[in-house]
Nanobody, 118 residues
């Protein structure tokens, strides 16, 4: 069982930056998990923001490319999402996800609120 704790959200003005963290515990094989960040805005479905594989390959939603960066520190069993040039449409609850491919193991963090507003 993997526990994920999301943190780092808050209120920021448009154009500002935030760094989200996802601290994982409960597994000795964190480095083998594919990690991702998702977000869900009020009244909308949860959507994929960014992913990073166990090998370090990254992928991003078109809406955040060039502004967000996902990274991982396997020694600290933590995943980060650096968010720059934030826009009001980035406002959402952001969730960390861990998947052990090719198993069905799939875990979620509790979410952290990001609000971009002047």
């Amino acid at each position: 069982q993997v526990q994920l704790v999301d943190s780092g959200g808050g209120l920021v003005q448009p154009g500002g930056s935030l760094r989200l963290s996802c601290a994982a515990s409960g597994s000795s094989i964190f480095s083998r998990y594919a990690m991702g960040w998702y977000r869900q805005a009020p009244g909308k479905q949860r959507e994929l923001v960014a992913t990073i594989t166990s090998g370090g390959n990254t992928d991003y939603a078109d809406s955040v490319k060039g502004r967000f960066t996902i990274s991982r520190d396997n020694a600290k069993t933590t995943v980060y999402l650096q968010m720059n040039s934030l826009k009001p449409e980035d406002t959402a609850v952001y969730y960390c996800n861990a998947r052990l491919i090719p198993t069905s193991l799939n875990y979620w963090g509790q979410g952290t609120q990001v609000t971009v507003s002047s």
